[in-house]
């Protein structure tokens, strides 16, 4: 399909400089070098730091071109999407190397991933998409602000079946909690403060609805010595900061690890990670700005078996055939934002109000692992059935357990979304205690199930042979012959599922499935400190005491 004749123009996305603003670039350059920020926590280390981006020394980037978005076409379907992430030009490293992220065969099934949220839109639109308050027409599920608990509910709905198409992370869940948390907390801060980061956001939002964009949400800093604070760090570059300032808008350096499709992005947000001090206003920061900005450097992440995407002779041994996630580390090399896309300056005491809103829609978005299990329950249920042993009572026995725990993933999730409360800017927030419920079994279960699904498949699937050997005119047809497993059933068929397996167990989708499940949105440890705060121990016990006829005290009654 060829709906636009020039899809890179017509979707607004700048490439180059515009050379009209080459006095704010010097401007801005020298005052990023005197460092003259409001806040001087960042320059106290920095003499001191040897800078993690020392290497990359451009100037700071001060074109306000680069932050017009074209409003008038919006991306539909996956062909429009990946040509929107064609020409920009992003600085982006993998193995010593810049490369072409949209041709590369490892980035490609990440890509793929994307994709698939936009034709999802088209197939299902009752699914993927919803009216929006915001421009009175129909956005993807993902750019949306809730506006009820069904709305929040949806969401799952859609994470799930994205899981259940897809086998891997599609990416769009953290920029689409990021909206909804910072929705309520720039309302809040302006009634505070009378500033007006909730007008900015919401004219930022507008665009990106209109244009059917992919926004990265980028929280998680290098943190360095995680005994310290911020403002307390050798090296200042691991947490992002403010700068300088001027006129015309902010510069922030320093880095985010961990970021989840970030180069599959068209726009990103960053947020700051953790609670400030209010001497550490530099840290207080939120801002949008286009992945394809000049002044940011990625740095692509290696995920297990991911060089399997780059062999010629078939598609077998990489498992998921098609699909796969993304992570890259972002370094900010003194990035210009203009004030009408900054959403946070300076407010320390609303870091952690936003941490704290993003992380309980982000927990509960894990009903996204439900899906995934999903294929991960169907993949070992066909393996037992290519062994002949799908009749065993111990082998159904096995596929009961993986769907019980499964669906204590989904059912935590969506208890938390439909029990979701409204916020005083107009939203909806879901229930905090169980979305940490939910996301605390997510660092359990489907460690699990990833266990059950290895007993059901056996060795083959990581002793068994290439893709390569198992078509050889050597020994591939004597492979084939004694790699069939249940009568009239096919070897290759086989060992394409027990590669799946592997995929999701050992191999690529595995940063997704496992690793990313402990430590995505809070290592388990985050999860537990909030259930306690939210756990009404004193409450409970006087219930107890009520009840076994101890005499309670006044603190009791209260």
């Known amino acids: 399909m060829n709906r636009v004749s020039n899809i890179d123009d017509q979707l607004g996305i700048k490439k180059n400089i515009n050379k009209k603003n080459l006095k704010d670039i010097e401007d801005l350059s020298k005052e990023s070098s005197n460092l ?24 700071p980037v001060g074109d306000t071109d680069l932050f017009v978005v074209d409003d008038k076409v919006s991306i539909r379907g996956s062909y429009e999407y990946i040509e929107s992430l064609k020409g920009r030009n992003l600085k982006v490293f993998l193995f010593g190397k810049l490369i072409d992220p949209v041709n590369h065969p490892i980035v490609q099934p990440s890509i793929n991933a994307v994709a698939e949220t936009y034709d999802l839109a088209e197939r299902q639109p009752e699914l993927a998409t919803v009216k929006s308050s915001i421009i009175n027409k129909p956005v993807n599920r993902f750019l949306h602000i809730t506006t009820s608990p069904e709305d929040v509910a949806n969401q799952n709905l859609m994470q799930r079946r994205l899981g259940q198409l897809t086998g891997t992370c599609f990416q769009r869940c953290v920029g689409m909690d990021a909206i909804n948390s910072l929705y309520s907390t720039t309302f809040d801060i302006d009634k505070k403060y009378g500033t007006t980061y909730h007008l900015r956001f919401m004219e930022w939002l507008k665009k990106m609805q209109l244009r059917n964009f992919v926004i990265c ?23 992002l900061r403010i700068v300088s300032k001027n006129e015309k808008g902010i510069i922030i350096r320093g880095a985010k690890l961990h970021q989840t499709g970030g180069i599959n992005s068209h726009w990103m947000v960053v ?23 000049p002044s940011l450097v990625f740095v692509y992440g290696r995920q297990s078996c991911d060089t399997r995407s780059m062999e010629t002779w078939g598609n077998m041994d990489c498992g998921n055939v098609k699909y796969g996630g993304q992570e890259v580390t972002v370094l900010f090399n003194n990035v210009f934002i203009p004030y009408s896309h900054v959403f946070m300056d300076g407010e320390t005491e609303f870091a952690s109000v936003l941490v704290d809103r993003f992380t309980s829609y982000h927990r509960r978005s894990y009903v996204c692992k439900a899906g995934v299990g999903d294929v991960l329950i169907g993949a070992a249920a066909a393996a037992a059935e290519y062994n002949g042993v799908e009749n065993a009572s111990h082998i159904k026995d096995k596929l009961v357990e993986m769907t019980h725990l499964n669906e204590t993933i989904y059912g935590t999730g969506m208890a938390a979304s439909l029990l979701s409360t409204r916020t005083e800017a107009g939203n909806f927030q879901p229930d905090d205690k169980l979305a940490n419920v939910c996301k605390h079994q997510v660092t359990r279960v489907p460690f699990e199930m990833a ?24 020994v591939g047809h004597a492979l084939k012959q004694l790699l069939k497993g249940k009568v009239g059933t096919d070897a290759e068929d086989r060992i394409r599922i ?20 402990l430590h995505g949105a809070g290592s388990p440890q985050a999860q537990r400190i909030q259930l306690l705060r939210s756990a009404q121990l004193d409450k409970k016990k006087a219930m107890a005491r009520r009840l076994a006829g101890v005499k309670t005290s006044s603190k009791d009654n209260e």
């Open 36 to 59: 003259n920020c409001e806040c001087s926590t960042s320059a106290t280390n920095s003499a001191e730091a040897a800078s993690l981006l020392s290497t990359f020394t451009s100037q």
């Open 217 to 239: 949400g980028a929280m998680t800093d290098p943190k360095g010595d995680r005994g310290l604070p911020p403002s307390k760090q050798p090296n200042p570059d691991v947490f």
């Open 271 to 293: 947020m700051p990670t953790l609670r400030l001090q209010p001497s550490e206003k530099d840290y207080a920061v939120v801002a949008s700005l286009p992945v394809h900005h």
């Open 451 to 474: 266990r059950l699904a290895q007993d059901l498949a056996g060795g083959l699937m990581v002793t068994g042979p290439s893709e390569a050997d198992l078509n050889s005119p050597e």
């Open 498 to 517: 027990l590669r799946l397996v592997e995929n999701m167990t050992l191999g690529r989708n595995a940063v997704g499935y496992l690793t990313e499940s």
